[in-house]
């Protein structure tokens, strides 16, 4: 085709990360770079054994699905895949950050259900213990009450008594008290 050229196999493997940095994606980039690196570990003495011939010309090349290793291609490849497999971590990390993530928010959301149950309870438990408290002084006014109405008629069963008893035997019985 005109204004294309040959792609050479430096160019494919450029040390850059693919533009979706998703797992799958990643991973499927590590795959197609390995395959890559296997290819170009073919020396020509391999290659020639293969095509039987002095000189591989590039149809038969591709015939094969070999690459002449190039200076330093290799190497590339191998730093290439090397920043993949390390972007696969990160996103691996990443995923797991984000699943303890969710995680924490979850026990936070529970956490603050909790608490708020809790300051319920807490409101409840002052709202009797006040209850209690009002009950208590209640019962303490009606305590003092039947003690006050008890002492009144007590009072005054003994003013009746001391009315109703003749004038001698309210002496005798005020010495026989004294006496004894």
Same mark, same amino acid.
Request: proline share 4%.
């Given at each position: ?124 438990? =002052? +709202?009797? &213990? $006040? ?6 002084? @209640?019962?303490?006014? %009606?305590?003092? !009450?039947? /003690? ?6 007590? =009072? +005054?069963? &003994? $003013? ?6 003749? @004038?001698?035997?309210? %002496?005798?019985? !005020?010495? /026989?008290?004294?006496?004894?």
């Amino acid at each position: 085709e005109p204004g294309t050229r040959n792609q050479t196999p430096n160019e494919s493997l450029l040390p850059y990360p693919p533009p979706d940095y998703s797992l799958q994606k990643v991973g499927n980039e590590i795959l197609i770079v390995s395959i890559k690196i296997i290819k170009m570990s073919f020396t020509r003495k391999t290659i020639l054994r293969r095509t039987q011939k002095k000189c591989t010309p590039t149809h038969l090349r591709r015939k094969f699905g070999l690459l002449v290793r190039h200076k330093g291609c290799t190497k590339r490849a191998h730093a290439y895949l090397q920043n993949l497999q390390t972007m696969l971590k990160f996103l691996k990390l990443n995923a797991y950050l984000d699943e303890l993530n969710d995680k924490t928010d979850v026990i936070l959301a529970e956490m603050r259900e909790i608490k708020a149950e809790q300051e319920e309870l807490n409101a409840e438990e =002052e +709202e009797v &213990i $006040a209850e209690l408290e009002t009950t208590e002084s @209640e019962i303490k006014e %009606l305590e003092k !009450t039947f /003690e006050d109405m008890l002492q009144k008629h007590m =009072e +005054e069963a &003994i $003013a009746r008594d001391l009315m109703n008893l003749p @004038e001698d035997r309210a %002496l005798t019985g !005020t010495q /026989e008290n004294s006496s004894s």
